[in-house]
């Protein structure tokens, strides 16, 4: 059977010699000259069609003849050799032989590399450098490779060439990767972090460019990758606390390092550490930012200097050009202000987060349990119970314009309608369902009764 695929083939190889050998004289011997043009030509024609049918065991020896012989005659023979030793290694038993095959893959990439000006020169569609790369990392991580260091260097560099570029699987393994050098080493955290702060941004912004269809591909890979740094144990605040603490107070002239401890302990949550305080403090210094302004005002906030930290949280409103940062700048000023009890203060910058973006639904629920924790306005019981249809009416505004807060709008609604006026309460002052009613005191707002 073997002996008639091999005839076909050379018969009809030879229609072709005469033009391969024409462009191996014209452009640097592809193929080769005269009868070695004809045996890779044969052996090029006899591999291509057992990967066609997926006999790779005899694929290997014509291939590997090409592969030798014409490293450049064509860009098939890098493609179709890494699928016939992804065979073999898939397949061999014996170790050795294993390692040999992987150490022939691992070439292939790197012989690819070597040729890749001459092989662009002869497709349509050239490659880079890091999309081979990325291929080559993925093969040594999935094929065998057992140096965990060297697979991560070879996906740091496909990503620091290919950026958002670089194909979803290259994102995720390298995070991957990553973590698992965090677990061998406690000293590799810091950079950890950093590459998880990479990664991301560059897995946004394949995302934001990203067609219809890979959209969701996208999607799953940022998530994934946040998944890894979750889980990783390195995403603690005391962990961050542990890496920066030390270095805040040496790098306090470095506006990129102290810019960096701030991005990541606010994604974080951490803004009650001292290398956050710290770090915004000599920021703020350097080059005041809404982020530095925030953590200063955060820092004063924690030594209980009212003060200074609503003037620190104003700078930091301020100096954001986004507004819907902004927006939420002013919400977490009201958070603060009504944990000092100051309601009227806080209810304004609740109204100023909402005139930033009308599509903010925590103000509004914010407002309804300030109203709720301070319903006495008339010496009338069943008017200061009217309060609570205005913290109703906060709570269905909150979730009209803003459907991720409907949990808890409906949560505060059920309790607050337990605490509205009875009928009969309202009967005496001579008012009913329908009725208009203004709630007075630092409130004076109208509502309904119902």
């Not at 009809?12 to 024409?22: C, E, V």
């Not at 790369?133 to 065998?144: E, I």
């Not at 941004?201 to 994934?224: I, R």
């Not at 102290?258 to 703020?284: N, R």
């Amino acid at each position: 059977m073997k002996m008639k695929i091999f005839t076909a083939l050379f018969i009809l190889s030879l229609g072709a010699t005469s033009a391969f050998a024409q462009t191996g004289a014209s452009d640097g011997s592809r193929f080769g000259h005269g009868e070695d043009s004809l045996r890779c030509l044969q052996n090029i024609s006899i591999y291509t069609e057992y990967v066609k049918t997926e006999n790779y065991k005899d694929a290997y020896t014509p291939w590997k003849t090409v592969f030798t012989e014409a490293p450049w005659a064509q860009v098939a023979t890098y493609t179709n050799g890494a699928k016939i030793l992804r065979w073999f290694i898939a397949n061999e038993k014996e170790a050795a032989k294993q390692k040999t095959y992987f150490d022939e893959l691992m070439n292939v990439y790197d012989q690819r590399i070597k040729y890749l000006d001459k092989l662009n020169s002869i497709i349509k569609n050239p490659q880079t450098k890091g999309e081979i790369l990325g291929m080559k990392a993925h093969d040594y991580y999935t094929m065998g490779g057992t140096d965990v260091k060297t697979a991560y260097n070879m996906y740091k560099q496909c990503l620091d060439l290919e950026k958002s570029k670089a194909e979803y699987f290259v994102m995720t393994e390298f995070i991957d990767i990553s973590s698992q050098l965090v677990k061998a080493d406690p000293n590799h955290k810091e950079q950890f972090i950093q590459d998880y702060l990479l990664d991301s941004s560059l897995a946004d912004e394949a995302y934001n460019n990203a067609k219809p269809a890979k959209k969701e591909q996208m999607k799953q890979t940022k998530e994934n990758i946040d998944a890894y740094f979750i889980n990783s144990g390195v995403a603690t605040c005391d962990n961050l606390q542990s890496i920066y603490g030390p270095k805040v107070e040496a790098n306090k002239t470095n506006l990129e390092y102290l810019k960096q401890v701030i991005s990541v302990m606010q994604m974080l949550g951490c803004t009650e550490q001292d290398a956050y305080f710290e770090a915004s403090e000599a920021a703020h210094a350097i080059q005041p930012t809404s982020a530095t302004a925030l953590g200063c005002g955060y820092m004063y906030y924690q030594k209980d200097d009212l003060n200074k930290c609503i003037d620190y949280f104003d700078q930091a409103i301020d100096l954001e050009s986004d507004n819907a940062k902004k927006a939420d700048i002013s919400y977490k000023t009201a958070v603060i202000l009504l944990s000092k009890n100051q309601l009227s203060r806080a209810k304004s910058y609740c109204q100023k987060a909402i005139s930033l973006n009308s599509n903010y639904g925590k103000p509004y629920l914010l407002i309804a349990q300030m109203y709720a924790q301070s319903p006495r306005w008339s010496d009338e019981g069943a008017l200061n119970m009217c309060t609570y249809f205005v913290c109703i009416d906060k709570c269905q505004r909150a979730k009209s314009v803003d459907p991720s807060c409907t949990e808890e709008a409906n949560k505060l609604i059920s309790t607050y309608s337990r605490h509205t006026p009875k009928d009969e309460d309202l009967f005496f002052l001579g008012m009913k369902k329908g009725d208009s009613v203004t709630v007075g005191g630092w409130i004076g707002e109208t509502t309904t009764i119902r």
